[in-house]
């Protein structure tokens, strides 16, 4: 990963928490692995609804744009819900760490139920509780 600003969408604020080395392919777990390492290091990231740095190494991206038909549509929706219950704002700059502070505190198991419930990892992530 370059040094560069770091963009990070609404609903990858959660998949951050919750990811332990599992991905779409070995390149996007890679990528993952280091921009969380980075990201817990005190850096510093713009949140935007659309892709970000984490989708650049995704295997459904072909030629920027994705493979999965109603996937961008649905999962730009679902960031937005994210950074609205969160209370950001689009094309800021965030610490992560404070976020990260700010999911825990605010995040309840039924809003990530409800928010994560449709997405294919949502069975291991749950086992986590993380939310009360």
């Known amino acids: 990963m370059e040094d560069k600003d770091i963009k990070i969408r609404g609903h990858h604020l959660i998949c951050l928490l919750h990811f332990?080395?599992?991905?779409?392919?070995?390149?996007?777990?890679?990528?993952?692995k280091k921009i969380k390492e980075k990201l817990e290091e005190n850096s510093l990231f713009i949140l935007v609804a659309e892709r970000d740095s984490i989708?650049?190494?995704?295997?459904?991206?072909?030629?920027?744009k994705c493979l999965r038909?109603?996937?961008?549509?649905?999962?730009?929706?679902?960031?937005?819900?994210?950074?609205n219950y969160l209370n950001l704002?689009?094309?800021?700059?965030?610490?992560?760490l404070d976020i990260k502070r700010l999911i825990f505190k605010t995040l309840t198991r039924s809003n990530f139920e409800?928010?994560?419930?449709?997405?294919?990892?949502f069975p291991l992530c749950s086992q986590k509780?993380?939310?009360r």
């Open 55 to 64: 989708c650049d190494k995704c295997p459904y991206l072909k030629n920027d």
């Open 129 to 131: 509780n993380l939310f």
């Open 89 to 96: 704002t689009i094309r800021e700059k965030y610490n992560f």
């Open 114 to 121: 409800n928010f994560c419930k449709n997405c294919s990892w």
């Open 20 to 32: 332990e080395g599992k991905g779409y392919s070995e390149e996007f777990i890679e990528n993952m």
């Open 69 to 83: 038909e109603s996937y961008p549509k649905e999962i730009e929706t679902k960031d937005k819900e994210i950074i």
